[in-house]
Structures are given as C-alpha cells and as structure tokens.
C-alpha cells in the first residue's frame, strides 16, 4: 500500500495518464457510485440518480481521454521509430553514393572548403551552369579563348553585391 501511494504521488507529476493515476481514478468512481447508489436506497431520491449518470458520464469520459492519449503516444513513438528508420537508410545510402563514383567532382565553396558534389549531365546554356565564383567573369560572343569581360571588384575575398549580380544578368542577356 504505501508503494501505491508513492507511486500515484509521483504520477500526479509525470504527464500523461500513468496506470497507478487510471486505478486511483477508477477506484474512486468506482466508490462514488457506490455512495450515490446507497444514497439513493436509503433517501428514494431522484437527485442521486442524476448525480449517479453526471459521475457515470465522468467516468466514462476520463478513461476514453486516457486511452485516445495512451494511442496518441504509440503513434508518435511509431512515427519516431519511422523516421529514425528514415534517416539510417538515407545516411546508408549517402555513403553508398559517396563512395568512388565516376561522376562526383569537387569543387570549392565560397568559404573556401572543397564539398563533392554529384553534377547531372543536362543540356544546359553554359552560362547557366557557371558558379557564382565564375559568373562574375561573363563571357560575350566575340571574345578569344574564353575569356570575357570582368567586373569590378573581382579579387580575392571581394563579397559581391546585389547590383554586380545585376550587372552579371545584363551581360548575360546581351
């Protein structure tokens, strides 16, 4: 007995509907009715049985709560253990594809780390698959060797602006 009061004292603290709190409740209940019912054979009065079916509908209400709560949480925890799933195979699967494939190629980022990356081979504008690094130096159709115009600004450690990207749309569209 005092291992259940320890425990239903400690559930009143833990969220959800513990099983030592479901027992409490419904022993309670259980109790109320039979008061309401012994009430009711030694008064005659009506007012015990509308008490009786107000308690009946509580009850009832409570346990129903507690079980949608209880399959709530069974679908989550399966959603979780879903997912979970989810990520090891993507994370299996990533090192599967990371591994000495003939179309991965690095190529560095604006921090300056090097990333593989896996290029798809589409027809494409060249222009359109140039990275930001080389879109600053546009190509014009007359130029020799592949080299265009630069914009200003072009060094190293130079972050560009809105209007030099801009300016990259203009000389692309000519």
């Given at each position: ?69 209880r399959q ?52 494409q504008p ?49």
């Amino acid at each position: 007995m005092a291992s259940f009061v320890a425990d239903l004292w400690s559930s009143v603290f833990t969220p959800g509907p513990t099983p030592t709190l479901l027992v409490a409740t419904n022993a309670t209940f259980a109790a109320l009715q039979l008061v309401l019912f012994l009430l009711l054979i030694a008064t005659y009065s009506i007012h015990f049985v509308v008490l009786s079916f107000l308690s009946g509908a509580l009850w009832w209400s409570i346990n129903w709560f507690a079980r949608e709560v209880r399959q709530e949480q069974a679908r989550q925890e399966a959603e979780k253990r879903k997912q979970e799933a989810l990520e090891q195979e993507a994370s299996e699967s990533n090192k599967l594809n990371s591994s000495a494939d003939a179309n991965d190629s690095e190529t560095e980022t604006e921090i300056g780390g090097v990333s593989k990356t896996r290029r798809r081979r589409v027809n494409q504008p060249e222009i359109a698959s140039l990275s930001p690094a080389s879109a600053l130096q546009s190509k014009k159709p007359g130029d020799k060797d592949g080299q265009g115009k630069t914009i200003e600004g072009e060094n190293s450690g130079y972050t560009s602006t809105d209007s030099e990207w801009e300016k990259v749309d203009k000389d692309r569209s000519t």
